[in-house]
């Protein structure tokens, strides 16, 4: 059901680069040709920069099969879908609301004040971005989890504007799926557009409309999506800024044979179970808990309702059982590969977690499977893919602010230090950048 491949004795831990081009090529992931969706969106996009709002139409009844003629969703649906959440359901969202914006308040960063000399003082403010656009998707799945993971970190930075898109639903008469709305609404969010795909976020980037069925152009694009999605976020980078670039999920598990084969194999299929090009790696140098585990499989499989899609994902090139010298090497290779979402399972979780620098997110022991941090821990799950951890981060309170430098210098210091900046000036042959400071001082220099 999944492949096996053995680097005992081929990958030693080493430089970095070098280490992550030895894992990529032994373990790739899933095809995900971004720059050919772009040839697919690139007109999408300029189209509704064009024609806006009717452009959103007709390609929301072309993909998603509906015509949506008020694309802005209604107060009252808003309201009726928070109404009719059934009650534990809403428990628990509330709850996930609540952990999550616990851990985005204690990201918040205080403005930092620093004094190079006396009377020069340069202050670095965090200023929350004006306006956010939030995708959530509606494939597969109603990643009504995604309204908490993205409207929570933005207004606990304080982002005074926000709305958010959501693919219109057929079967809901052309509304998003109605537990999106409904978190919406439990979250305040009164500004909600049925539209999906590249034509929403060219919506969002362009505005369309105008008045209370019209968007403002936003700021700011965060939220997973599909590959059109994505091609789309990129096109459209430099009109507005974007979180990233998120491809198919992964979770790679560090693992020895103090790890629960069941609960391992329950961890890999879970992430299959998003996506056929989802990927599930297992990293262990016991040969006992690979066996186990790939033992394990089937069974759990053939119990899970989309075991179709779990199989095509596990059965793919992205999915493996890795076999390693020991967990030193283990170590180095999950390192490399940088997976978005990184469990460790062995006896001693806390102190290996310590030693992996590139991960969208570590779930440390065996009671910290990566479906908590989906729902619950109080982390969030839009997080890095396709190893972009080595130099990407997750969603966070962060993404939704700006440094913006303060300088303010007395006289006393900028003449301190005004030779040197007329030194420097004329070094780069900038001599009216050296004039801009020595005006200030006539006769004196």
Same mark, same amino acid.
């Not at 680097?7 to 970095?16: F, I, S, Y």
């Not at 044979?257 to 069941?262: L, Y």
């Not at 908590?372 to 890095?384: K, R």
């Given at each position: 059901?999944?492949?096996?491949?053995? #680097?005992?004795?081929?990958?030693?831990?080493?430089?970095?680069?070098?280490?992550?081009?030895?894992?990529?090529?032994?373990?790739?992931?899933?095809?995900?040709?971004?720059?050919?969706? #772009?040839?697919?969106?690139?007109?999408?996009?300029?189209?509704?920069?064009?024609?806006?709002?009717?452009?959103?139409?007709?390609?929301?009844?072309?993909?998603?099969?509906?015509?949506?003629?008020?694309?802005?969703?209604?107060?009252?649906?808003?309201?009726?879908?928070?109404?009719?959440?059934?009650?534990?359901?809403?428990?628990?969202?509330?709850?996930?609301?609540?952990?999550?914006?616990?851990?985005?308040?204690?990201? &918040?960063?205080?403005?930092?004040?620093?004094?190079?000399?006396?009377?020069?003082?340069?202050?670095?403010?965090?200023?929350?971005?004006?306006?956010?656009?939030?995708?959530?998707?509606?494939?597969?799945?109603?990643?009504?989890?995604?309204?908490?993971?993205?409207?929570?970190?933005?207004?606990?930075?304080?982002?005074?504007?926000?709305?958010?898109?959501?693919?219109?639903?057929?079967?809901?008469?052309?509304?998003?799926?109605?537990?999106?709305?409904?978190?919406?609404?439990?979250?305040?969010?009164?500004?909600?557009?049925?539209?999906?795909?590249?034509?929403?976020?060219?919506?969002?980037?362009?505005?369309?409309?105008?008045?209370?069925?019209?968007?403002?152009?936003?700021?700011?694009?965060?939220?997973?999506?599909?590959?059109?999605?994505?091609?789309?976020?990129?096109?459209?980078?430099?009109?507005?800024?974007?979180?990233?670039?998120?491809?198919?999920?992964?979770?790679?598990? #560090?693992?020895?044979?103090?790890?629960?084969?069941?609960?391992?194999?329950?961890?890999?299929?879970?992430?299959?179970?998003?996506?056929?090009?989802?990927?599930?790696? &297992? @990293?262990?140098?016991?040969?006992? &808990?690979?066996?186990? @585990?790939?033992?394990?499989?089937?069974?759990?499989?053939?119990?899970?309702?989309?075991?179709?899609?779990?199989?095509?994902? &596990?059965?793919?090139?992205?999915?493996?059982?890795?076999?390693?010298?020991?967990?030193?090497?283990?170590?180095?290779?999950?390192?490399?590969?940088?997976?978005?979402?990184?469990?460790?399972?062995?006896?001693?979780?806390?102190?290996?977690?310590?030693?992996?620098?590139?991960?969208?997110?570590?779930?440390?022991?065996?009671?910290?499977?990566?479906?908590?941090?989906?729902?619950?821990?109080?982390?969030?799950?839009?997080?890095?893919?396709?190893?972009?951890?080595?130099?990407?981060?997750? #969603?966070?309170?962060?993404?939704?602010?700006?440094?913006?430098?303060?300088?303010?210098?007395?006289?006393?210091?900028?003449?301190?230090?005004?030779?040197?900046?007329?030194?420097?000036?004329?070094?780069?042959?900038?001599?009216?950048?050296?004039?801009?400071?020595?005006?200030?001082?006539?006769?004196?220099?």
């Amino acid at each position: 059901m999944i492949r096996r491949v053995d #680097l005992r004795g081929r990958v030693a831990a080493g430089e970095v680069s070098d280490l992550q081009a030895e894992v990529n090529a032994l373990v790739p992931r899933a095809v995900f040709d971004v720059e050919k969706a #772009l040839d697919v969106v690139r007109p999408i996009c300029l189209d509704v920069r064009h024609r806006g709002l009717e452009a959103i139409r007709e390609y929301g009844e072309k993909f998603d099969h509906v015509r949506v003629e008020d694309i802005r969703v209604p107060a009252a649906a808003l309201k009726t879908a928070l109404e009719d959440l059934d009650p534990e359901v809403r428990s628990a969202f509330e709850e996930s609301i609540r952990r999550v914006r616990e851990v985005s308040q204690d990201e &918040l960063t205080a403005d930092i004040a620093s004094e190079p000399a006396p009377g020069g003082r340069v202050t670095q403010r965090f200023v929350p971005v004006q306006r956010v656009g939030l995708y959530v998707p509606g494939g597969r799945a109603p990643l009504a989890s995604s309204v908490v993971m993205n409207v929570v970190p933005a207004q606990v930075a304080g982002v005074p504007s926000l709305a958010v898109a959501s693919p219109p639903q057929k079967e809901f008469g052309g509304l998003p799926h109605p537990t999106v709305l409904a978190v919406c609404a439990l979250l305040g969010i009164e500004e909600v557009y049925a539209m999906g795909g590249a034509q929403a976020i060219a919506g969002f980037a362009y505005g369309f409309g105008a008045g209370v069925t019209g968007c403002k152009k936003v700021n700011l694009i965060t939220g997973p999506g599909n590959i059109y999605v994505v091609a789309a976020k990129r096109f459209l980078l430099g009109e507005v800024g974007i979180d990233s670039e998120a491809g198919p999920t992964e979770i790679a598990v #560090l693992a020895d044979d103090t790890a629960d084969p069941k609960h391992v194999a329950a961890d890999l299929i879970s992430q299959a179970e998003h996506d056929p090009m989802a990927a599930s790696v &297992l @990293v262990t140098p016991s040969e006992a &808990l690979a066996a186990a @585990v790939e033992a394990e499989l089937p069974g759990q499989v053939a119990q899970t309702k989309h075991r179709d899609r779990v199989t095509e994902a &596990l059965q793919g090139q992205q999915s493996a059982v890795v076999l390693v010298d020991d967990l030193e090497q283990g170590t180095a290779v999950v390192d490399a590969y940088a997976a978005e979402h990184l469990e460790i399972q062995t006896a001693d979780a806390e102190e290996r977690a310590g030693l992996i620098t590139n991960a969208g997110a570590i779930f440390v022991g065996s009671w910290s499977p990566v479906s908590l941090g989906d729902y619950c821990a109080g982390s969030n799950h839009v997080l890095p893919t396709a190893g972009c951890a080595c130099h990407s981060s997750g #969603l966070s309170v962060r993404s939704f602010l700006k440094a913006v430098h303060v300088i303010n210098y007395s006289r006393d210091a900028l003449q301190e230090v005004a030779g040197h900046v007329v030194t420097l000036a004329h070094a780069e042959d900038l001599p009216a950048h050296g004039a801009a400071v020595s005006v200030r001082f006539p006769g004196e220099q």
